[in-house]
């Protein structure tokens, strides 16, 4: 079958959201809050090994605040702590702070030509996605797509396959003419967890993540002036400098 649909994550993928973005936006939310929580460059990290910011904060004081007490209203806590992330992150995008990685416009663009689908499948809520590809790629972009899943539309979160069957499913998509792009080992594992192959266009929180079972490891999408380096196959892609529906053709069909 060939090539129909191609499935994006968001954070880390279509942009590098996660450093500047929504760790700032935590740790603003967090000093409003009172708590004397703060999440440098490299502990968040180490907290993105869990998706979701709820489920993420939960995890931070599980694992590294043993001196925390937790408060009866926790739940309410967590929330509220998010829902300020998520206005100060919307903050950070609409001062135009965060762009897209290399690639994804251009990929994005040759896809509509040639009137491939395209959709989305995050972890994170559908106003961060809205906000990311109004400011970031175009104000009409949400339209491009024809399905942004994302978040609490499923029950279980990244690595979890609900949210890539959950796309497949409302699209009435096969997994044999589909591609994900994705740019993390949890990513990765939802998208095969879907039957999905999967590129991966690695970032500094995820390079050095296991990547067993994709079908292509680049370092980017590359752009004209600035090839991908391809990371597996250590070869290389049989002279391609681009990630570009050509080669998404021919990975599909391999
Ligand atoms: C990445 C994530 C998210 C974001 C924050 O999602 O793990 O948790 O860090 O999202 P993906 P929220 O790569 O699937 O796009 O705070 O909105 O949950
Ligand atoms: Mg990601």
């Known amino acids: 079958m060939s090539l129909t649909t191609l499935i994006f994550d968001v954070d880390g993928t279509l942009a590098d959201t996660e450093r ?4 700032v936006a935590f740790n603003r939310a967090f000093a409003d809050a009172g708590l004397d929580w703060h999440w440098d460059p490299t502990l968040y990290g180490e907290l993105l090994a869990v998706t979701g910011g709820k489920e993420r904060m939960r995890y931070y004081v599980e694992r590294f605040r043993p001196d925390y007490v937790i408060p009866d209203d926790f739940a309410e806590l967590v929330a509220r702590a998010h829902a300020a992330k ?3 992150y919307a903050e950070i995008l609409a001062r135009g ?16 030509r040639a ?6 499948a995050t972890t994170t809520s559908p106003a961060n996605v809205t906000a990311l590809l109004e400011h970031a790629l175009d104000p009409e972009s949400p339209a491009w797509f024809e399905l942004i899943a994302a978040g609490d539309d499923v029950p279980n979160k ?15 998509v096969s997994t044999r003419e589909c591609l994900a792009i994705e740019d993390s080992e949890n990513g990765l ?14 970032n500094d929180y995820t390079r ?18 600035q090839p991908f380096k391809a990371i597996y196959p250590g070869g290389g892609v049989n002279g391609a400098r681009m990630f570009d529906l050509d ?8």
């Open 189 to 202: 594992r939802s998208a095969r967890g879907a039957g999905l192959k999967t590129v991966i266009t690695v």
């Open 158 to 172: 990244k690595p979890a396959a609900d949210i890539y069957l959950y796309a497949l499913d409302r699209m009435g």
């Open 115 to 120: 009137g491939i689908r395209l959709a989305i």
């Open 20 to 23: 500047d973005g929504h760790r």
């Open 208 to 225: 050095t993540h296991d990547f067993e079972g994709a079908a292509l490891v680049l370092d980017g999408l590359g752009e004209p002036k």
């Open 97 to 112: 702070d965060i762009p897209l990685r290399p690639g994804v416009r251009r990929l994005l663009t040759e896809a509509r």
């Open 86 to 88: 998520n206005r100060y």
């Open 247 to 254: 080669l998404a053709r021919r990975v599909l069909s391999t």
